[in-house]
């Protein structure tokens, strides 16, 4: 399968743990996009990255929230101190822009978090 | 600031009769507009895509969507709705200036009555 892979599907928490979740973008796309989805509203903007570089972050990012993609690669999102108001489907995107080409976004089947 | 509006939270038909499910965006430079499907328990998966090209589109499992520049709109049709059509559907629109990312609509949640 040469889809986005993300890891873990399921995540169950207690209140003020710190949870990372992993992304694996397909693999020679240089975009990664991180959404947040919760129940019954479309996908949310968090961050993306081109390469390694951290190019834009949403202001529901707070700063509890931290994203990396290290190598350009893989991506990792991190929740520290987590509240319930986090639990959410967390969504990880690639795509390949070339100049002013790019193609569409491909989906991971995202990482649902409760915070309990 | 830059939008798109999905007209209807939900919308049901009878298996068998026509589909439309409205779009609109907010008017910029180039749009790229899209749709996707997402199925209970399931990922985003891309239906069709708009890119300056033709603007009618034609997608997977008999979809299609046209772009209309002067009314802002990308509205998703299909002949005949099958039972497994009925999923959430998101309309999502990306900028070639500006923010790079895809900005989703609210998504239209589609009814299938046998």
């Known amino acids: 399968d040469t889809g986005v892979s993300q890891d873990p599907r399921h995540k169950i928490t207690k209140r003020g743990q710190n949870v990372t979740f992993r992304c694996d973008p397909i693999?020679?796309?240089?975009?990664l996009y991180w959404y947040r989805q919760t129940l019954g509203q479309g996908p949310e903007f968090l961050t993306y990255f081109q390469n390694e570089a951290q190019l834009e972050k949403s202001r529901l990012l707070s700063d509890r929230f931290s994203a990396e993609r290290p190598k350009g690669s893989f991506s990792t999102l991190e929740i520290q101190r987590t509240e319930q108001g986090d639990s959410a489907m967390y969504l990880c995107?690639?795509?390949?822009?070339?100049?002013?080409?790019?193609?569409?976004?491909?989906f991971g089947q995202g990482t649902r978090l409760t915070v309990v | 600031a830059q939008s798109v509006t999905q007209l209807d939270s939900h919308v049901s038909v009878s298996e068998g009769t026509p589909v439309l499910l409205r779009c609109n965006y907010s008017s910029s430079y180039s749009p790229s507009l899209f749709w996707y499907v997402q199925h209970p328990n399931k990922g985003l998966q891309l239906l069709l895509k708009y890119t300056s090209a033709a603007t009618l589109v034609k997608g997977i499992n008999g979809f299609e969507a046209e772009f209309k520049k002067s009314e802002t709109s990308f509205h998703l049709t299909k002949p005949s709705a099958h039972m497994s059509d009925a999923a959430e559907y998101f309309c999502v629109v990306t900028y070639q200036t500006g923010a790079n990312n895809l900005f989703f609509g609210t998504g239209t949640r589609l009814t299938v009555i046998p």
């Open positions: 693999s020679e796309h240089n975009r």
């Open positions: 995107a690639s795509s390949l822009a070339q100049g002013a080409s790019r193609t569409e976004a491909f």
